[in-house]
């Protein structure tokens, strides 16, 4: 109940209350260590918040878990019931930002979710993150710490055998290529967000241009990404809009962690090309974007060149 209401109230005082006595609650358990695993709300409850703020379940679960969507449908509590009247628009936004924190606090802490529900929990999140209308976009930070716990939950033998798999499930979220960049983006910069990051994006090169499925994602290298560069710069005359996104998805595959020295060649001459590319992006007042993507190039190519003077040489 003191999640429904931290949810919808419109008092803030009210959810201000529920939301401290939830985090005191989980607090103790995780200082006492009475039990083995701390509190979290279940899935069913997590589906009743963004239900009621009129998400659809069938949406916010990949059809593999048909099943469960219909098993978590029958648990779900419209607040209707309770007298607290949800509310549409901007004004749900601070009450989403204290679900999310207790969520986070939650994942962060020695959670009860088995594997399966931990990766319905990022399916949810992720579609979540990007419904506009509850001005999500504005809890980046809040949406990448619930994704980081739950990524940090998994055991390490079920990420090693699932990782990828993973990372084929969250390629199946979205089809549209700013929802994708956004996606890829959200996902945490630490060792396994970083993981399914970069292949993440590389997938969605593959979709993009129809190259490169062969390669398996486990495989993946930078050198994976030379193929793409043909492509975009055959997009050069004919599609600005969609050469930003092959270029934000080129910038992500290559990550923003450390390169390793045996790929140090493979990221010289993706930005020597790209240098190339952008050179090809003529300036005009009458088409801002294509300054705005040839901007876009080069600073890609900035971070690049950084990344490469911190790398040492091929002994």
């Known amino acids: 109940m003191h999640l429904f209401a931290v949810s919808v109230h419109s008092n803030q005082l009210v959810t201000q209350g529920c939301h401290k006595t939830l985090l005191e609650h989980l607090n103790r358990q995780i200082h006492f260590k009475q039990l083995p695993q701390t509190w979290i709300p279940p899935i069913p409850d997590v589906l009743s918040v963004f239900c009621n703020y009129g998400c659809e379940v069938s949406r916010l679960l990949p059809d593999s878990t048909a099943d469960s969507t219909e098993d978590y449908s029958s648990h779900i509590v419209h607040e209707e019931q309770n007298g607290m009247i949800p509310r549409g628009g901007n004004s749900i936004c601070r009450n989403l930002h204290l679900v999310l924190s207790i969520i986070g606090q ?10 399966k529900q ?19 976009e504005v809890l980046p930070h809040e949406f990448q710490v619930c994704l980081k716990g739950i990524l940090k939950s998994y055991s390490f033998n079920y990420w090693e055998s699932h990782c990828n798999e993973l990372c084929h499930t969250l390629f199946k979220i979205t089809g549209h290529h700013h929802n994708r960049q956004y ?6 910069e630490d060792k396994r967000g970083a993981y399914l990051q970069r292949r993440l994006a590389y997938l969605y090169l593959q979709d993009m241009f129809d190259v490169g499925r062969d390669t398996d994602i486990k495989d993946y290298k930078i050198k994976c990404l030379h193929v793409y560069l043909t492509k975009l710069q055959n997009l050069v005359p004919t599609d600005v809009y969609k050469l930003s996104s092959a270029i934000s998805y080129l910038d992500i595959a290559v990550g923003n962690s450390a390169i390793k020295v045996a790929e140090k060649e493979d990221l010289q001459y993706l930005c020597d090309q790209l240098k190339k590319i952008s050179g090809d992006v003529k300036d005009s007042v009458q088409m801002l974007d294509r300054s705005w ?14 990344y490469l003077l911190t790398v040492g040489s091929k002994q």
């Open 106 to 115: 939650c994942l962060h802490s020695r959670p009860r979710y088995s594997s």
């Open 293 to 306: 993507v040839k901007d876009m190039m080069v600073r890609v190519c900035s971070k690049w060149t950084l």
């Open 118 to 136: 931990l990766t319905d929990l990022l399916i949810i999140l992720c579609h979540v993150a990007m419904d506009k209308s509850h001005n999500s």
């Open 183 to 188: 996606l890829a983006q959200l996902l945490p």
